[in-house]
């Protein structure tokens, strides 16, 4: 079969168990996306809509690159794969080399993985045997926070604050504990940009440093912007007062930059956008593209040096992946660094701030719209709830947006968007236009 074929909508639907879909729901309506260009994908029935998302997060240079493309094929035609287990292939350390260029000082050491999940519970792993290594082996409890998403593995759930991604699994790992959220003042409803209220609320981490005991913890994970959560923006000088009580007490800090990460912020990285570098973070989705699964963990020097700061011969760090740096995806990466970097995308989203924040505030006023947030490229319209189903609502503005040419995310109650990077001023409007109508059009 050609890959035309590959393409038809399939007649059987049992086979595929879909992640994050409900099943017997989707099957009574599916909806089948067959192509994508640009800043646009097209369905099986011809309907074009564009994307609001950037997939998922993660197509930040725009759908179908051919430099990505030439280069993925290219790769393929001299290596299709080789192993980095006590061996290795030069375009996997070109590619660490170029990449660590673009984040904060002293974050120079990149750990290859294949996905957002992978990278955190890598950074998770790497800060306990960290601990170890300098002889706090008691250091072993992972704070996470309230409405945080950090991937769905084991590592990432415990340390994950949504309450559905949780409960299915029972206790996960034990030794985790969870800050407050800082999403929900009225103060900050409606702000335009980081929200001004709510810093000190970086001060419960110091209320499970006495509870805990601070020789107890390892680590602190957060996204710098809360994504799957529902785009929960950090308060003006959170992220500094986090950064603080890590450093006054041993405690390593873990960005988790998965969604920020590859210019969704305005620059590189969050950490370089707020002015804070955290001991590890973690990558995947933009690096590059979507193309071809890829995440990266990024160390800071202390850490790295100190698992190198031994006698002993053999490997220093009992912990990989298959596919860690694998020489397909790495060539991804690099011609979607390329892009990046060529095309100046990385700094797109500064420069289309206040525009894309002008248009975000278009639905305020309309009925049961109770909070917009904005910052950079992304962005959330959150509406009331239905008092007997509770995102309803949600679900049925984003259906009538995708009938209107715009595909967005609901999370809850909240209409999520995170558009390419290639987004122009026009494109903007008419996507919160039509959220606009598609809101004033249900009840």
């Not at 049961?368 to 509406?383: H, K, M, P, S, T």
């Amino acid at each position: 079969m050609s890959i035309a074929d590959h393409n038809l909508v399939p007649e059987n639907l049992d086979a595929f168990w879909m992640p994050f879909t409900g099943q017997r729901q989707y099957k009574e309506n599916p909806r089948f996306i067959v192509s994508a260009r640009g800043m646009h994908y097209t369905d099986s029935q011809g309907h074009e809509t564009l994307d609001c998302s950037a997939g998922l997060w993660c197509v930040n240079a725009g759908h179908y690159r051919e430099p990505i493309n030439q280069a993925i094929a290219e790769q393929l035609s001299k290596l299709d794969f080789a192993h980095n287990f006590g061996s290795g292939h030069p375009i996997a350390f070109h590619y660490a080399e170029r990449l660590v260029q673009h984040v904060p000082d002293p974050l120079n050491h990149v750990f290859f993985t294949n996905s957002g999940s992978e990278s955190v519970d890598t950074a998770l792993k790497i800060a306990l045997a960290y601990h170890r290594k300098n002889g706090e082996a008691g250091r072993q409890r992972l704070i996470g926070r309230e409405k945080g998403y950090h991937g769905m593995g084991f590592g990432g759930l415990s340390v994950g604050g949504l309450v559905k991604n949780r409960n299915p699994f029972g206790l996960l790992l034990p030794g985790t504990d969870h800050i407050r959220q800082t999403h929900g003042l009225e103060s900050n409803r409606f702000a335009k940009g980081l929200p001004p209220e709510g810093a000190e609320l970086a001060l419960d981490l110091e209320r499970l440093v006495e509870l805990h005991g601070a020789d107890s913890i390892a680590a602190v994970i957060v996204e710098p912007i809360g994504g799957a959560g529902g785009v929960h923006l950090p308060p003006v000088g959170y992220l500094q007062a986090l950064r603080s009580i890590c450093d006054a007490h041993g405690i390593l800090l873990i960005f988790d930059e998965v969604i920020t990460g590859f210019g969704r912020v305005g620059a590189c990285t969050a950490a370089e956008r707020f002015g804070v570098t955290p001991d590890i973070m973690t990558t995947a989705k933009g690096i590059t593209n979507a193309t071809v699964p890829m995440g990266a963990v990024f160390v800071s020097d202390p850490i790295f040096e100190r698992f190198m700061d031994t006698e002993v011969p053999g490997v220093e760090l009992n912990h990989g992946y298959t596919y860690s740096g694998h020489p397909v995806a790495c060539a991804a990466g690099m011609a979607t660094l390329d892009i990046y970097e060529q095309e100046a995308l990385f700094d797109r989203p500064k420069a289309l701030q206040e525009s894309w924040q002008e248009h975000a505030m278009g639905p305020k006023g309309l009925p049961n719209v109770i909070d917009v947030r904005c910052f950079a490229l992304l962005g959330a319209v959150e509406v009331a709830p239905r008092a007997d189903a509770p995102m309803a609502r949600g679900a049925e503005i984003a259906k009538r947006c995708y009938e209107k040419g715009a595909w967005v995310r609901p999370i809850g109650d909240s209409i999520v968007l995170s558009p390419p990077l290639i987004i122009s001023e026009s494109e903007i409007a008419t996507i919160f236009n039509i959220i606009g109508e598609a809101i004033s059009e249900t009840a």
